[in-house]
């Protein structure tokens, strides 16, 4: 399948009613023991979600608690469990592996062109030890006593009962499943490029995955030695981080967020690789400035490993350390700004579609934007001592990962549901779902902001009474959330039992990912294609063409000419 220059956008439509993905093989074993990366990647999508409710049904828990000062449905024991079993289950189990393991798994190989992954086995086997790793969180979670926060801080952690152990040997396990679909993405993207991908072809998705991939080969190792370190103090008895021990819990601090500040990278660089594509596709026009935010997402990659200090400007280090790391954490936001600023010119006089997809992506520059903004108030020394473990931090977490990087992922969803599924959704239905997920989560979490500025501080079961309206408002807010997520699956669980059989380009992309079939064929093409244009070329086409997925749309745009 070759790729002229100059051809319109393909439509993939060569094995129509043929094999595909979802029917070339049957049977529960066909699935389980698959080297095809698409099912593996539906596999890790179907996983994903459920983590991502179990996920939401404690952060629900957590926030109609707080409704009311005072006891309202649970103890403060139970609280601080859910609590944290909340945070363990969103960062470990969901939002880490949400979009590389779903998606770069179910794409990565089709936009170069590739039959799959450069290790398939390797793939297969990372799945299992994801699904190994979550039984061992379920263990922790059915003995009900994890309290210590998702950040298992000494020496809490290393005298808490022995559940611990459990949780924290799931996120060890689950360092394996980062680590080996981290090195088979980095091989696959060196060594499988269809001829014509070069690098500076390269998809912006690719670019995104491939850093996010060298974060995790490089970062997850020393929270697997840290996450060791810690059952081994517990069962040994060997000082490392207990104080009473002998150990240093400052030290642990430093340990874990050597890791845990890449893995903010690991969760939304990914988030930003799929808003490259929402934005190109649904403006028309190819990506202002390729290779500034194709480098942008290598020095984010790079500098996310020299910032973890901001963390820790509370916990007695020198002055001299803070200020560096001060002056680091505003260097770092300098590639995140690159993204924003490109994406906005690339949105100047582009050919906007306010499809369901391109409104998390829109969504998604809003609120990465605040949730960076806000962080330069907790990067510098000043502000950050009053702000350092308020609601204000507990705010500007959740506009960086769910703001970003969740709404990245079901923007992503959205995207790529047609292509996965070959069924098409309720376009009116997702626009209702986004504006019920957009609105609840601005009322959640922008009040939170005006919480910790006045001194609330996170992680507390009671408050004071002055507090009162703004929590209520919170809980109001995530219950807007919730529904906003109830009313996205009705909306895709509709669309697998009756929806209309999506077109081979729906969107009109220029992305390679649609030259294959819908849904993709088992081996994604029946030829090595040769590409000879870039992903975003979308001038090679005629405006027929690029409209093809929007007919009303066109008819306006001839009849208002």
Not at 72 to 80: P, Q, V
Not at 177 to 197: D, E, Y
Not at 490 to 518: C, D, V
Not at 541 to 557: M, N, Q, R, S, V
Request: aromatic share 16%; charged share 10%.
């Amino acid at each position: 399948m070759t790729v002229e220059a100059g051809t319109a956008v393909p439509s993939g439509d060569a094995h129509e009613g043929g094999d595909n993905y979802l029917t070339h093989e049957t049977g529960l074993k066909s699935w389980l023991f698959t080297l095809d990366h698409k099912r593996i990647g539906l596999m890790y999508l179907v996983s994903v979600l459920v983590m991502f409710f179990l996920g939401g049904v404690m952060a629900l828990l957590v926030r109609t608690e707080l409704l009311f000062n005072g006891e309202t449905i649970m103890e403060a024991d139970t609280y601080n469990k859910v609590f944290t079993l909340h945070g363990a289950i969103m960062v470990f189990l969901f939002i880490i592996p949400s979009v590389p393991a779903a998606m770069g798994n179910f794409f990565l190989p089709i936009m170069l062109g590739a039959k799959d992954v450069a290790f398939p086995r390797l793939n297969l086997a990372s799945f299992w030890i994801y699904g190994f790793g979550t039984i061992f969180a379920i263990v922790a979670i059915v003995a009900g006593s994890v309290d210590t926060g998702w950040t298992f801080y000494t020496p809490y952690s290393a005298r808490a009962d022995s559940s611990v152990i459990w949780m924290t040997l799931a996120a060890f396990i689950l360092g394996f499943s980062s680590i080996l679909t981290g090195v088979n993405f980095i091989a696959t993207v060196h060594k499988m490029r269809a001829p014509g991908i070069h690098w500076k072809r390269l998809p912006l998705f690719i670019w995104g995955i491939y850093a996010t991939s060298v974060i995790q080969v490089l970062a997850t190792p020393v929270l697997a030695i840290t996450l060791l370190l810690l059952i081994m103090e517990k069962t040994l008895t060997i000082g490392i981080f207990d104080p009473a021990l002998g150990g240093d819990p400052v030290l642990y601090q430093h340990f874990f967020w050597f890791y845990s500040h890449p893995a903010v990278y690991i969760m939304i660089l990914p988030g930003m690789a799929v808003v490259n594509e929402l934005i190109a596709t649904f403006s028309q026009r190819k990506i202002f400035g390729y290779m500034f935010v194709a480098m942008s997402s290598v020095a984010l990659a790079l500098l996310g490993f020299l910032v973890w200090g901001h963390h820790m400007f509370t916990s007695g280090m020198s002055e001299y350390a803070t200020m560096v790391f001060s002056a680091l954490t505003f260097l770092v936001a300098i590639p995140s700004g690159v993204k924003v600023f490109n994406w906005v010119a690339t949105l100047y006089e582009g050919s906007i579609s306010f499809a369901s997809p391109m409104l998390y992506g829109l969504s998604f520059i809003v609120l990465f934007t605040i949730g960076g903004l806000t962080g330069l108030f907790l990067g510098t020394l000043s502000t950050d001592i009053h702000l350092h473990d308020t609601y204000f931090v507990v705010a500007h977490f959740h506009y960086v990962m769910v703001g970003g990087t969740v709404f990245g992922f079901l923007g992503g969803l959205h995207y790529w549901w047609p292509k996965m599924t070959g069924k098409m959704y309720d376009e009116k239905l997702a626009r209702v779902s986004w504006f019920l997920v957009f609105v609840g989560f601005n009322v959640t979490f922008f009040s939170q902001f005006i919480m910790g500025s006045q001194g609330m501080p996170r992680r507390y079961y009671d408050y004071l009474d002055q507090f009162q309206p703004l929590h209520m408002a919170s809980s109001g807010g995530a219950y807007i959330l919730g529904l906003g997520f109830i009313v996205m699956a009705y909306l895709f669980w509709k669309s697998l039992r009756s929806g209309e059989k999506a077109p081979p380009n729906p969107w009109a992309s220029a992305g390679y990912e649609w030259m294959t079939t819908t849904p993709p064929h088992p081996h994604n093409f029946a030829e090595t294609p040769v590409m000879k244009r870039g992903p975003y070329d979308y001038h090679l086409c005629t405006e027929e063409e690029l409209w093809d997925g929007f007919p009303e749309d066109f008819e306006a745009k001839k009849a208002k000419a």
